[in-house]
């Protein structure tokens, strides 16, 4: 159901040829429904990740031209015949979706009804894809088609995922959210969460946390007072590394102060990356953010020498309770694992190109490392980032200023401008807007 205007027409899309290194903007046909579970989005706008640099670079397994792209937000235009307001035993989109609700979509498609998706593990879904590959178009296009829509994209016009926020505070927040704020739910701001979130739930973070030595921390109630050993102040002072401060590294910085304070938790944290320009940013971000998303602890922005003295002496010689690892290449995870301590956590939650790790199994056996990799579960982070996003609107609600993490809003002809220079580091995180001439 839905319009059928475009049928037979052409739009413009930004493509990825290979080898690597170029990125076209084309015409292309509209794409229309091909299951009943499909949804078409008209896009409002579109953005340049990080991750599609790893494609843009030909790091990726893609081997054929395609639209990049897996952020995007836009305006339902055409349903599948499995939209109808008796999809009984559906997720519940399927019943309330209708053409012409805006929309926000994860970086993945999810069917919301395997096992999979039930556990929350929704990045991993059996019948999952990536927008951006050759497997299925992406959003850097006018328009774009989604699978298993029902259970993918979230609605703006009628929210119905979980927050702290009552029904009027959200219905509010979303009155008054800018789309280009609202487009970052589509991967980086998840993500940035993601990563905080398994930082400081890891169990060889939780001594920490919960003020109990191992393994008592991970079951607190079944400690015996004659047993238990007490934790000075200092034993429990987090120390955290993040390698990495492009787009998702800042969401990941913001989204780890933020539980931090709201816990009260006392910390150290070193972000790091080897260019000024990023390192400037997160300075200026940091800055801005008030004491309820701070807290009391410290934040030092480092180059990469200058971390790996500064842990040394924060810690003794010890190492960081933990490091987010948000680059994905083999020198920042080489880095992360440098600087972490003996029974620490590695959070990767950057893209990986390189066919092996750069350890061997005794290395990390001798240190007792803990890795946790991979993607974000994007729409299951929906709800958290949501919450953050209307905080932080300090941070994330401007475009092109020292503290805002969008660095500009540009045409979608301009595409294969955007990729050269955020390669380079030059431009932070792009907007893309497909009809903007």
């Known amino acids: 159901m839905g319009s059928n205007e475009q049928k037979g027409s052409l739009q413009k899309a930004a493509r990825w040829h290979p080898p690597a290194y170029d990125v076209r903007v084309e015409m292309i046909p509209i794409p229309s ?42 305006e339902i235009i055409t349903l599948g015949e499995s939209f ?34 039930r556990l929350g593990y929704t990045g991993r879904c059996t019948t999952g894809l990536l927008f951006g590959c050759d497997a299925l178009d992406g959003g ?6 989604v699978p298993k829509a029902g259970s993918t994209l979230f609605s703006l016009s009628k929210p119905t995922w979980n927050s702290t926020l009552s029904g009027s505070e959200r219905a509010k927040a979303l009155a008054g959210l800018n789309d280009s704020s609202l487009l970052l739910l589509a991967d980086i701001l998840p993500t940035g ?3 905080a979130i398994q930082a400081t739930s890891h169990p060889k973070v939780l001594p920490m946390i919960n003020g109990l030595p191992w393994p008592y921390a991970l079951n607190p109630d079944q400690a015996s007072d004659l047993e238990m050993q007490v934790l000075t102040p200092e034993d429990r ?41 990023r390192r400037e940013k997160m300075k200026a971000v940091y800055d801005k953010i008030g004491s309820d998303g701070k807290g009391q602890g410290e934040f030092a922005v480092a180059s990469i020498d200058e971390a790996k003295a500064l842990v040394q002496t ?14 994905g290449n083999n020198s920042a995870i080489s880095l992360a694992y440098d600087l972490v301590r003996a029974f620490g956590a590695i959070v990767s939650v950057g893209v990986h190109g390189e066919p092996s790790v750069p350890f061997t199994g005794r290395q990390l056996y001798n240190k007792n490392v803990s890795f946790d990799f991979g993607r974000c579960p994007a729409r ?19 475009v092109g200023e020292p503290t805002s993490l969008i660095d500009r809003i540009i045409s979608l002809d ?14 932070g995180k792009v907007i893309l807007d497909p009809w903007k001439q």
């Open 314 to 327: 924060l810690t003794g010689g010890v190492g960081c309770t933990a490091v987010l690892e948000i680059v």
């Open 84 to 117: 109808r307001s008796d999809a009984v035993g559906r997720p519940a989109l399927y019943s309330t979706l209708q053409v012409g609700d805006k929309v926000v979509s994860p970086f993945t498609t999810n069917c919301g009804e395997c096992y999979i998706c």
């Open 237 to 277: 002072l987090l120390v955290f590394a993040i390698v990495g401060l492009g787009p998702v590294g800042i969401c990941a910085a913001v989204s780890l102060l933020d539980v931090l304070a709201r816990r009260q938790l006392p910390y150290r944290i070193v972000a790091i990356d080897p260019l000024e320009a």
């Open 140 to 145: 850097q296009a006018q328009y774009v088609r």
């Open 193 to 195: 969460v993601f990563a």
């Open 33 to 74: 429904i091909v299951h009943p579970d499909d949804a078409i989005v008209k896009v409002k706008y579109t953005a340049v990740c990080g991750s599609d640099l790893h494609i843009y670079r030909g790091h990726g397994t893609t081997v054929n031209a395609h639209t990049m792209g897996h952020e995007f937000i836009g």
């Open 380 to 398: 299951a982070m929906f709800p958290p980032a949501f919450d953050l996003l209307v905080k932080r609107q300090d941070v994330f609600g401007g």
């Open 414 to 427: 301009d595409a294969p401008e955007a990729y050269k220079q955020f390669d380079k580091g030059e431009w």
